[in-house]
């Protein structure tokens, strides 16, 4: 088994420690209520899923605002369910999703064991291109704020993983030499490619199963990484 031997950890945030696609379907049907959606939210989820990774992806890459994420990952879900809604109440449902998203606190299995055993071992941080006026009040709500030394929001720096700008930044904030740290994350442009393109090692968080490849080490559950390190 290959040991690995960092000096410091980086960590993503949404798909890694917090349960983002739990958290994000509580959201829905919190909304769904508030705004009386008479559609299923089974039915809405199976499609906003997938879409919502498509447009995070273009938002990554500098094809899409922040803005324009947010309505129109809504309003192209709404159309593929053929469900007329108004654009004012698409608008209000992006707003709605913002403020109460992070008000959810589910985390993936293990995750907390995995911090507390990491915490006094290694120092540890959180490198995310989640919007950074919610990603705080996930981490604080989620009661894992007091495990990081530094949290680096790429809306802040204004570069998102790939980005090796961001990468630096991060390193540059922890005091930390890329050789020396670990990022581990679920995306494998964005956490694990553009952690290795800028030197530092990665591990591959693929709690879905879906991903085989030699870029690094993978695992399917947080529990798993205890015994790399």
Same mark, same amino acid.
């Given at each position: 088994?290959?040991?690995?031997?960092?000096?410091?950890?980086?960590?993503?945030?949404?798909?890694?420690?917090?349960?983002?696609?739990?958290?994000?379907?509580?959201?829905?049907?919190?909304?769904?209520?508030?705004?009386?959606?008479?559609?299923?939210?089974?039915?809405?989820?199976?499609?906003?899923?997938?879409?919502?990774?498509?447009?995070?992806?273009?938002?990554?890459?500098?094809?899409?605002?922040?803005?324009?994420?947010?309505?129109?990952?809504?309003?192209?879900?709404?159309?593929?369910?053929?469900?007329?809604?108004?654009?004012?109440?698409?608008?209000?449902?992006?707003?709605?999703?913002?403020?109460?998203?992070?008000?959810?606190? %589910?985390?993936?299995?293990?995750?907390?064991?995995?911090?507390?055993?990491?915490?006094?071992?290694?120092?540890?941080? =959180?490198?995310?291109?989640?919007?950074?006026?919610?990603?705080?009040?996930?981490?604080?709500?989620?009661?894992?704020?007091?495990?990081?030394?530094?949290?680096?929001?790429?809306?802040?720096?204004?570069?998102?993983?790939?980005?090796?700008?961001?990468?630096?930044?991060?390193?540059?904030?922890?005091?930390?030499?890329?050789?020396?740290?670990?990022? =581990?994350?679920?995306?494998?442009?964005?956490?694990?490619?553009?952690?290795?393109?800028?030197?530092?090692?990665?591990? %591959?968080?693929?709690?879905?199963?879906? %991903?085989?490849?030699?870029?690094?080490? =993978?695992?399917?559950?947080?529990?798993? =990484?205890?015994?790399?390190?």
């Amino acid at each position: 088994m290959d040991k690995l031997t960092p000096k410091h950890i980086f960590f993503d945030l949404d798909h890694t420690l917090w349960d983002f696609d739990k958290n994000s379907a509580a959201t829905f049907e919190l909304l769904f209520d508030k705004f009386n959606i008479s559609l299923d939210i089974n039915e809405f989820l199976t499609i906003y899923v997938p879409v919502n990774l498509e447009y995070w992806k273009l938002y990554r890459e500098g094809k899409i605002l922040k803005e324009e994420l947010r309505y129109r990952r809504l309003s192209d879900v709404f159309n593929r369910c053929d469900y007329t809604i108004s654009d004012r109440m698409i608008g209000e449902m992006a707003d709605g999703y913002i403020e109460y998203l992070s008000s959810f606190t %589910h985390v993936f299995d293990y995750t907390k064991e995995l911090l507390d055993y990491l915490v006094d071992r290694y120092p540890l941080h =959180i490198l995310t291109n989640g919007f950074a006026e919610i990603q705080s009040k996930k981490l604080k709500g989620a009661g894992l704020d007091s495990y990081f030394q530094t949290v680096v929001n790429a809306e802040d720096v204004g570069y998102k993983k790939p980005d090796p700008r961001i990468f630096e930044f991060a390193l540059q904030k922890a005091n930390a030499l890329a050789t020396d740290s670990l990022m =581990i994350g679920d995306n494998l442009e964005a956490d694990i490619l553009g952690a290795k393109n800028c030197g530092l090692n990665a591990l %591959h968080f693929d709690v879905e199963r879906v %991903h085989d490849h030699n870029h690094c080490i =993978i695992v399917n559950c947080l529990s798993e =990484i205890k015994q790399y390190l």
